[in-house]
């Protein structure tokens, strides 16, 4: 509230000559007239002195906080020991300041605030002390890396804040900030995104001690939908003596906002996913994408309850690439195959294992397919192909329960894609379904590499081990069996029989583009110690030759 004192002529001439001088602003009475400056003082009934007073505060940067005033600057204004910050964020301190008098306003210079929490000002002035209280820093710079240049340039941009919630705090590069989306993602988050992943995998590291995620709108081109950069939870000195990158010190993942939207549906709940991971597994531990990336969309489906956008790919198989038989361990980056396959192959076994609580236990091992098979071993009593063998089938089966279904955590919009009539070969951990047709058993195709394995599934969704295969009305699950983590040169799938059908079809060039829109949606968690795997994914994905 602003303050009013009754002068005298006497003691207005001190507070001029001692505090403000001719600048210092007078409003008579209700019955007078507003002026400005001591000649302004006489007449019946006296003048009053507005008194300079604190007016506002924000923090216009994380490294500022401006302070205005109303009614002049106080002759105190530039004396920094009047200016404390505290609060919800913690004491922070005041290192020096600006005063610009035409502007009324002060500005200190703060160390580096905490985003997303709120901080206290504290002003000491002659009637007694001022208190304000703002989010930090309504602007800040982050480090952000080009995914589609051929050296992953680093630029620094700036955002501006534009929603707060208990988890995280979201920034939008300046240009974006009419971005749609963003306060339901903010809620999302908050409600859904957050408690779900924590509590399934594991709480996030706070190496800026602000208790919330950083989550940033960017122009990303159209290279990504989102990443997760690990570098950034690592410190600065580290990741530049290291790999010369710059670490911007907090938990943050990247979302790509320049269609205008925030995507919290898919990509965000993925990308969060690499961030726990990061904090379980750590940047410099063994690189397992199929437990990754798999797990990373299994969080989709966890968080909102269904994926289905990833089972509609898998059933529309748009590059012929499923049909074919990717591997699931030897990872293709920039090949969705491989998340959709990952997806489905951990979700059989959360379903068979009590539902998407089992996703969590799935994430604490480390993802090597030695530390897979013994956690298989002891909870189902089958080897890592035997589940895999197994997944493939009810992939196709989709019984309600039992080995062939998926116990309701997934549902597929149609059958999943079959093999085309041409000679085809299988790495390890890879399998296909070969079409029955007309037949209602089959044999294991002659000229088949010695670590293939067959299983039949008949319309009815029953499963069959034993040669010749029940496959009527159904297909013939063919798997390269070789546990081999290292070595992933294929073994022919063997020379098709006669009642073979016609399975996969060509696709086209759309086709392709689908599949490449896909690939880019997630790329490989960006390390600078890595990058090969970063130019796989940019090639796949069409921004390298």
Same mark, same amino acid.
């Given at each position: 509230?602003?303050?009013?004192? &009754?002068?005298?002529?006497?003691?207005?001439?001190?507070?001029?000559?001692?505090?403000? =001088?001719?600048?210092?602003?007078?409003?008579?009475?209700?019955?007078?007239? /507003?002026?400005?400056?001591?000649? #302004?003082? =006489?007449?019946? %009934?006296?003048?009053?002195?507005?008194?300079?007073?604190?007016?506002?505060?924000?923090?216009?940067? !994380?490294?500022?906080?401006?302070?205005?005033?109303?009614?002049?600057?106080?002759?105190?204004?530039?004396?920094?020991?009047?200016?404390?910050?505290?609060?919800?964020?913690?004491?922070?301190?005041?290192?020096?300041?600006?005063?610009? #008098?035409? *502007?009324?306003? @002060?500005?200190?210079?703060?160390?580096?605030?905490?985003? =997303?929490?709120?901080?206290?000002? /504290?002003?000491? /002035?002659?009637?007694?002390?001022?208190?304000?209280?703002?989010?930090?820093?309504?602007?800040?710079?982050?480090?952000?890396?080009?995914?589609?240049?051929?050296?992953?340039?680093?630029?620094?941009?700036?955002? #501006?804040?534009?929603? /707060? =919630?208990?988890? *995280?705090?979201?920034?939008?590069?300046?240009?974006?900030?009419?971005?749609?989306?963003?306060?339901?993602?903010?809620?999302?988050?908050?409600?859904?995104?957050?408690?779900?992943?924590?509590?399934?995998?594991?709480?996030?590291?706070?190496?800026?001690?602000?208790?919330?995620?950083?989550?940033?709108?960017?122009?990303?081109?159209?290279?990504?939908?989102?990443?997760?950069?690990?570098?950034?939870?690592?410190?600065?000195?580290?990741?530049?003596? !290291?790999?010369? @990158?710059?670490?911007?010190?907090?938990?943050?993942?990247?979302?790509?906002?320049?269609?205008?939207?925030?995507?919290?549906?898919?990509?965000?709940?993925?990308?969060?996913?690499?961030?726990?991971?990061? $904090?379980?597994?750590?940047?410099?531990?063994?690189?397992?994408?199929?437990?990754?990336?798999?797990?990373?969309?299994?969080?989709?489906?966890?968080?909102?309850?269904?994926?289905?956008? *990833?089972?509609?790919?898998?059933?529309?198989?748009?590059?012929?690439?499923?049909?074919?038989?990717?591997?699931?361990?030897?990872?293709?980056?920039?090949?969705?195959?491989?998340?959709?396959? #990952?997806?489905?192959? &951990?979700?059989?076994?959360?379903?068979?294992?009590?539902?998407?609580?089992?996703?969590? !236990?799935?994430?604490?091992?480390?993802?090597?397919?030695?530390?897979?098979? %013994?956690?298989?071993?002891?909870?189902?009593?089958?080897?890592?192909?035997?589940?895999?063998?197994?997944?493939? *089938?009810?992939?196709?089966?989709?019984?309600?329960?039992?080995?062939?279904?998926?116990?309701?955590?997934?549902?597929?919009?149609?059958?999943?894609?079959?093999?085309?009539?041409?000679?085809?070969?299988?790495?390890?951990?890879?399998?296909?379904?070969?079409?029955?047709?007309?037949?209602?058993?089959?044999?294991?195709?002659?000229?088949?590499?010695?670590?293939?394995?067959?299983?039949?599934?008949?319309?009815?969704?029953?499963?069959?081990?034993?040669?010749?295969?029940?496959?009527? %009305?159904?297909?013939?699950?063919?798997?390269?069996?070789?546990?081999?983590?290292?070595?992933?040169?294929?073994?022919? @799938?063997?020379?098709?029989?006669?009642?073979?059908?016609?399975?996969?079809?060509?696709?086209?060039?759309?086709?392709? $583009?689908?599949?490449?829109?896909?690939?880019?949606?997630?790329?490989?968690?960006?390390?600078?110690?890595?990058? $090969?795997?970063?130019?796989?994914? !940019?090639?796949?994905?069409?921004?390298?030759?």
């Amino acid at each position: 509230m602003r303050r009013f004192l &009754w002068l005298g002529a006497s003691v207005l001439a001190a507070v001029v000559a001692g505090a403000c =001088g001719s600048d210092v602003k007078t409003v008579d009475d209700d019955e007078g007239s /507003t002026s400005v400056g001591a000649g #302004a003082m =006489g007449g019946s %009934g006296g003048s009053v002195v507005v008194v300079p007073e604190v007016d506002d505060a924000h923090a216009p940067t !994380q490294f500022a906080v401006e302070v205005t005033f109303r009614g002049g600057l106080p002759p105190w204004a530039g004396d920094v020991a009047r200016y404390t910050l505290g609060g919800e964020a913690g004491a922070l301190s005041v290192e020096g300041l600006e005063v610009d #008098a035409a *502007a009324e306003t @002060v500005t200190l210079t703060t160390a580096k605030q905490k985003l =997303g929490l709120d901080y206290t000002l /504290t002003i000491v /002035t002659d009637e007694g002390d001022e208190t304000r209280t703002f989010p930090s820093a309504d602007t800040a710079m982050f480090w952000t890396t080009d995914l589609s240049s051929p050296n992953f340039a680093e630029t620094q941009i700036t955002a #501006a804040r534009a929603e /707060t =919630g208990t988890h *995280a705090v979201i920034y939008l590069e300046v240009g974006y900030e009419s971005t749609s989306g963003v306060a339901s993602a903010m809620q999302h988050f908050d409600d859904a995104i957050y408690p779900i992943e924590t509590e399934l995998f594991t709480d996030p590291g706070d190496i800026d001690e602000n208790g919330k995620i950083v989550l940033l709108g960017l122009d990303g081109a159209n290279a990504y939908g989102g990443y997760f950069s690990p570098i950034n939870a690592l410190p600065n000195e580290l990741t530049m003596s !290291q790999w010369g @990158v710059h670490s911007n010190e907090m938990e943050m993942v990247y979302i790509n906002v320049v269609a205008g939207d925030f995507d919290d549906d898919v990509v965000l709940p993925h990308e969060f996913e690499h961030l726990l991971y990061n $904090e379980r597994h750590g940047v410099f531990g063994a690189d397992w994408p199929y437990h990754n990336e798999g797990l990373a969309e299994c969080a989709v489906r966890a968080v909102n309850g269904v994926h289905g956008w *990833a089972l509609d790919y898998l059933v529309a198989d748009p590059t012929g690439g499923i049909s074919r038989g990717p591997s699931l361990v030897h990872w293709d980056y920039g090949n969705y195959d491989n998340y959709v396959l #990952a997806y489905v192959f &951990w979700s059989y076994i959360a379903g068979q294992l009590g539902g998407t609580n089992v996703y969590g !236990q799935l994430f604490e091992l480390d993802g090597s397919p030695a530390a897979i098979e %013994g956690f298989l071993q002891q909870q189902l009593s089958l080897d890592f192909a035997d589940v895999q063998m197994r997944a493939l *089938a009810a992939s196709f089966a989709q019984s309600p329960s039992g080995q062939a279904g998926f116990e309701g955590l997934i549902s597929f919009p149609g059958k999943p894609p079959t093999a085309p009539n041409e000679t085809l070969s299988l790495e390890p951990f890879a399998g296909l379904l070969l079409p029955a047709g007309a037949a209602t058993t089959m044999s294991a195709p002659t000229g088949a590499g010695p670590n293939l394995v067959y299983a039949g599934v008949n319309a009815a969704g029953a499963l069959d081990f034993t040669e010749p295969y029940d496959v009527a %009305g159904g297909v013939l699950v063919a798997l390269n069996a070789r546990f081999d983590e290292n070595d992933p040169s294929p073994e022919p @799938v063997g020379s098709p029989v006669s009642s073979l059908a016609p399975g996969g079809t060509s696709p086209t060039a759309h086709d392709h $583009e689908r599949g490449r829109s896909a690939s880019r949606l997630h790329p490989p968690p960006f390390h600078p110690g890595r990058l $090969e795997r970063m130019r796989d994914w !940019q090639r796949a994905v069409g921004l390298r030759p």
